[in-house]
């Protein structure tokens, strides 16, 4: 059985302690980064999508899974009680 994630948010934290984790996962045939920047790592099971197009990602591709590890940081939100 083949199966296929798509990972939302791989350059981030989170995504990118995912990303490996997946990649090296017997169960898991296909890997789809939606990312807004290239990742500079290259793998076989590895495609990447760049920029936030995530329906386009959802209807074009036949997924068994979605794991989204978007976020932001504290200076980007402006303040702990905003983050």
């Given at each position: ?24 996962d ?29 329906l ?23 303040s702990?009680a905003?983050?």
């Open positions: 059985m083949s199966r296929a994630i798509l990972l939302a948010g791989a350059t981030g934290l989170v995504g990118s302690a995912c990303l490996p984790l997946l990649l090296a017997e169960r898991v045939d296909k890997v789809i980064a939606l990312v807004r920047r290239p990742l500079a790592n290259e793998h076989a099971k590895l495609e990447q999508w760049v920029g936030d197009d995530l386009k990602a959802l209807k074009s591709a036949p997924l068994d899974a979605v794991i989204c590890c978007l976020g932001t940081t504290i200076k980007k939100a402006g702990q905003a983050f």
